[in-house]
């Protein structure tokens, strides 16, 4: 069965200060892997797919990695704004369009 | 382009009652997901409807249902309710495509309180 853990629970940052987000995966055929990040009272908002092991994207602050088992989210002089609950997900092949997700991170960085 | 579309926002009910909470897809989008969050179990799968045919389904009682209309819309209930049932309900549309990882759009959801 597929399954996604995310680490560290929660993280606490001074403005500024750059960290890395942690997603260790397992399934069985990887067709993606998702990163959404999510704010109180709000659905989850679409950041990152990666697709095969190697693969880095960029969005301002935001850099994405992705290995055979894990991947990264790291956040660079991250401000403020970027306080939220970051979360990954795994899509496999066979599952058509379901999402696994993990439990999430919940970032707040402090100015 | 408007996003996804769920109704309504908020809502109270007791335990036995029903529900039905409603989703209105991204304009072109054939595939409706629909999760259920809660502050233990995070995002949770409740089941995938693409041209109106459910074609995954998640770990969940009988009592969760969906359904899908021609023009996408999709709906979902729940039965006799049960107080662990109180929960964020998603909806989240995408092109259904299976030739790649489509990025599910997500609404604002339905937040379910059972008292």
């Known amino acids: 069965e597929d399954q996604v853990t995310q680490s560290p629970e929660a993280l606490r940052l001074q403005e500024g200060e750059s960290s890395s987000l942690n997603c260790s995966y397992t399934?069985?055929?990887?067709?993606?892997l998702f990163w959404y990040r999510q704010d109180p009272g709000k659905g989850p908002e679409f950041l990152f797919t990666?697709?095969?092991a190697g693969e880095e994207k960029e969005k301002e602050r935001l850099k994405a990695t992705l290995t055979k088992k894990e991947s990264f989210l790291h956040i660079t002089a991250p401000k403020p704004e970027d306080s939220a609950t970051y979360l990954c997900?795994?899509?496999?092949?066979?599952?058509?369009?379901?999402?696994?997700f993990g439990t999430g991170t919940r970032l707040l960085v402090s100015p | 382009k408007a996003g996804v579309t769920q109704t309504p926002r908020y809502l109270i009910k007791t335990r036995g009652q029903q529900v039905t909470l409603s989703c209105s897809p991204i304009?072109?989008?054939?595939?409706v997901s629909w999760y259920q969050q809660t502050p233990g179990q995070g995002l949770q799968f409740l089941f995938e409807?693409?041209?109106?045919?459910?074609?995954n389904k998640g770990n969940f009682p009988g009592r969760f249902s969906g359904r899908q209309f021609s023009n996408s819309r999709s709906e979902m209930n729940v039965s006799t309710l049960e107080l662990g049932d109180s929960a964020l309900y998603l909806c989240?549309?995408?092109?259904?495509?299976?030739?790649?990882?489509?990025?599910?759009?997500f609404g604002a959801g339905s937040r379910l309180t059972v008292l």
């Open positions: 399934v069985s055929g990887l067709r993606g």
């Open positions: 409807y693409f041209s109106e045919t459910q074609r």
């Open positions: 304009s072109g989008h054939r595939s």
């Open positions: 990666l697709y095969s």
């Open positions: 997900a795994v899509q496999e092949f066979t599952g058509f369009q379901k999402l696994v």
């Open positions: 989240a549309s995408s092109l259904g495509q299976n030739s790649g990882a489509n990025v599910l759009t």
